[in-house]
DNA sequence: TATCACAACTTGTATATACAAGTTAATATA
DNA sequence: TATATTAACTTGTATATACAAGTTGTGATA
């Protein structure tokens, strides 16, 4: 909450409201308090109201029904192809496991899974991380995260079980994602996929490659995703 | 260009730049005329200009920098699972053919690719369309389409050979594409796949399954695409 | 010619106000 | 008790105005 004074008060409402959704305050179909309710409790102007729902309305958090309210869609889901969000929010905690197969160490980069890289990025190598994320104790989701070392201290030290990349970005370094490019293409398993998964070779892979871009100017992430979709392929609404 | 007069000045602004921008007009890195400039040349206030700049934003379209401009990013890319685009302005429409492999017949549903479906809209039947689309000339995308025969006159009579099916529905029927859900999941190739793409058994497939949600109250229509990623993955900026 | 300061532009954020259009609740009447 | 009408709520759209903060261009000066 350190800096929490310096936003604008729209974003300061938007970040509240998302929070209570996402903390559960606030379940799928509930209505939110009204525009002019939150313009008195907040202490803003209806456009400043609006301003903030109309993100929750863009990130698929809520919907709203003239004259009637804005009503809650519950966390939007599916991993990042839809939404902002990380795989974390994407699934859901409570279903979720993440496990670190590789902590997060400093290297050089290899390539950024095929999305060309800025010399200065090059220069300050990246913190490099590998996960398996495990549903009802399912392996579903393997993944390899590069983040450049610019300015991030104590990254590696920093426990990533089970918590959101993003999150830990968002909060220790106010850097958050804000957009970005991603790649879709089916693969059949590998060797790393097929111990991960424990599948058969020439079983089908989807393999997603994303760039990050984040509010911190200059400043990407990378990830490769490899999915097992037999039992959960990504789900999301747009 | 009926009932173009009915609509919000703002909906308006926001069509003509988004026209402007896919056919072409401003190319990627150009800049829009400023806030103060739309004001003047539509006749509106600023608070209006921003809220068509702000849908081109949340769409992909543009790129805001405070101080700078608006600066066009060119036309989101990448099918649908990023932005509310169809295959066709995904992939741009010089590069793509689209073959119709079955012209749009009616007929009663099989399941809606796994999406539950509400009584009357198994009640009215559905139109079935599969399409293949083919990028340089290699096929790429097939996928199916069903449209519930809910008042779309002289559909089935329509052309669909490469065009997009989105604007038929938008400039015919008034009819939006403003949401949806989807599923992603990888496969190996069917004998239906194997013919379409030319692959062998056990090539790998990516699968997209959808449901659009319209501007229409309770009208959807499904999807389902199946991918040949070797040569063509999904790209898309979010 | 280069540099600095300032003016003039841009977008970002906000208040205030008003009316349109949709939904729901309350009240009156049959 | 049921129905219709109206009031009171909701979101949708818009104008007007003001100041903050970032970028760029212009003019003055060394």
Same mark, same amino acid.
């Given at each position: 909450?350190?800096?929490?004074?310096? #936003? &604008?008060?729209?974003?300061?409402?938007?970040?509240?409201?998302?929070?209570?959704?996402?903390?559960?305050?606030?379940?799928?179909?509930?209505?939110?308090?009204?525009?002019?309710?939150?313009?008195?409790?907040?202490?803003?102007?209806? &456009?400043?109201?609006?301003?903030?729902?109309?993100?929750?309305?863009? /990130?698929?958090?809520?919907?709203?029904?003239?004259?009637?309210?804005? %009503?809650?869609?519950?966390?939007?889901?599916?991993?990042?192809?839809?939404? #902002?969000?990380?795989?974390?929010?994407?699934?859901?905690? =409570?279903?979720? =496991?993440?496990?670190? !197969?590789?902590?997060?160490?400093?290297?050089?980069?290899?390539?950024?899974?095929?999305?060309?890289?800025?010399?200065?990025?090059? =220069?300050?190598?990246?913190?490099?991380?590998?996960?398996?994320?495990? !549903?009802?104790?399912?392996?579903? $989701?393997?993944? !390899?995260?590069?983040?450049?070392? %610019?300015?991030?201290?104590?990254?590696?030290?920093? *426990?990533? /079980? *089970?918590?959101?990349?993003?999150?830990?970005?968002?909060? *220790?370094?106010?850097?958050?994602? !804000?957009?970005?490019?991603?790649?879709?293409?089916?693969?059949?398993? *590998? =060797?790393?996929?097929?111990?991960?998964?424990?599948?058969? &070779?020439?079983?089908?892979?989807?393999? #997603?490659?994303?760039?990050?871009?984040?509010?911190?100017?200059?400043?990407? $992430?990378?990830?490769?995703? $490899?999915?097992?979709?037999?039992?959960?392929?990504?789900?999301?609404?747009?």
């Amino acid at each position: 909450m350190t800096n929490k004074k310096s #936003l &604008p008060p729209y974003k300061i409402l938007y970040e509240q409201l998302r929070r209570h959704i996402t903390d559960g305050l606030y379940e799928k179909g509930d209505i939110l308090p009204s525009e002019n309710e939150l313009c008195t409790t907040h202490n803003v102007t209806r &456009p400043t109201v609006r301003k903030a729902l109309d993100r929750l309305v863009h /990130e698929g958090y809520i919907r709203k029904k003239q004259g009637k309210g804005s %009503i809650v869609q519950g966390q939007p889901q599916g991993v990042g192809i839809l939404s #902002l969000s990380g795989t974390t929010s994407a699934i859901g905690k =409570e279903n979720l =496991e993440t496990k670190i !197969i590789i902590k997060p160490y400093l290297t050089t980069w290899e390539d950024a899974f095929g999305f060309p890289l800025l010399s200065y990025e090059k =220069e300050v190598g990246c913190y490099r991380i590998e996960r398996l994320r495990i !549903i009802n104790k399912q392996p579903v $989701f393997y993944d !390899i995260t590069m983040v450049p070392n %610019i300015n991030l201290p104590r990254f590696s030290t920093r *426990n990533f /079980e *089970n918590r959101s990349l993003f999150e830990i970005m968002r909060t *220790n370094y106010q850097i958050e994602v !804000i957009g970005g490019e991603q790649k879709l293409m089916a693969i059949t398993a *590998n =060797e790393a996929m097929q111990q991960y998964f424990n599948v058969k &070779p020439g079983h089908p892979i989807l393999r #997603l490659d994303r760039k990050m871009e984040t509010t911190k100017e200059g400043f990407f $992430f990378y990830s490769q995703v $490899f999915c097992n979709t037999t039992d959960y392929g990504l789900y999301g609404t747009f």
